[in-house]
């Protein structure tokens, strides 16, 4: 039986892995900081109690090298992060310390154990930012526009360095926009699909997001779990795109959202003052909201992921208009069992 220790258990993507890995029979062992919340993605997902938590914090090297140590696995997946774009902006320095030195204080505690274990780092397209090319690859050069997208890009070239200096089984994923109904509501795809299932049942008036014409390349978690997976059981280590190859704006992924729940929805105005509003009552339930503007904006994302599906046999299959049709049926649902 594999073990795998994954870290960010309690977020979308590591509850979502650590099903995948106990269907393939692994033992799975999830890493989560002192008090960290979030469990109801493992009840919901009905794994609560066949992951093994253990208290592992990434600020902590000690504390990492004696986990290694206990649990002695054959997989590392890297998923824990401050993923939270705009937080960022006001967090840069604990943003780094954990997305960036988190990622050195691993490879130092797997060095340290002389641990075996292949490793995943859960790199990301704001590292693209600023983009150079259209569509986005494995060479594009990076370019990144946040601190979130600074702090990932360290994260991703000491996953290289250290693959290339000390000859650890170590591969990045660069994850383009993967969503689920388990995404955490600060991200607007799932701020959107809870807003409409609260706006359905009278439980708030409105909605309120950033700059609607974003453009990004949404695809469904669960997929792309499959594709972090497949990477550690190659023969060698490499660095893959994970994407769909197709751009929308925030704009459509609202419209779909809305179409899918039963709204009509027209859009009035221009910039700040521009209006989601609801054809059949005539009221205002999508806003502008300043204070989600960031101070640099990524203007489009689109993946190219061709490598991973010649050399890893991976292909999305849902795509963003099913993608939101999933996230707003979950999230009725769960409004009305609260109801």
Known sequence: ?????????????????????????????????????????????????????????????????????????????????????QASFEQPILTSDIDAMGVVRLFEAIRATKSGARFYQASTSEMFGKI????????????????????????????????????????SGILFNHESPLRGTEFVTRKVTRGIARLRCGLQDKIAVGNLDSRRDWGYAPEYVEAMWRMLQKDGPDDYVIATNESHTVREFIEFAFRYAGFDLLWDGKGLEEKGIDRKTGKTIVEIASEFLRPAEVDMLIGDYSKAREKLGWEPK???????????????RRVGKRL
């Open 318 to 332: 849902v795509k963003c208009e099913e993608l939101a049709k999933i996230m707003v049926e979950a999230d009725i």
């Open 1 to 85: 039986m594999k073990r795998a220790l994954i870290t960010g258990i309690r977020g979308q993507d590591g509850a979502y892995l650590a099903r995948l890995l106990l269907e393939k029979g692994y033992e799975v062992y999830g890493a989560d900081r002192s008090g960290d919340t979030g469990s109801w993605r493992l009840k919901e997902l009905g794994i609560e109690g066949d992951v093994r938590i253990r208290y592992m914090d990434l600020l902590e090297l000690t504390n990492i090298m004696r986990e290694i140590e206990k649990i002695r696995p054959d997989e590392i997946y890297n998923l824990a992060a401050q993923s939270f774009v």
């Open 132 to 171: 150079q090319t259209v569509p986005q690859n494995e060479r594009t050069p990076f370019y990144p526009r946040s601190p979130y997208g600074v702090a990932k890009l360290f994260g991703h070239w000491t996953t290289v360095n250290y693959r290339e200096s000390y000859g650890i089984f170590a591969c």
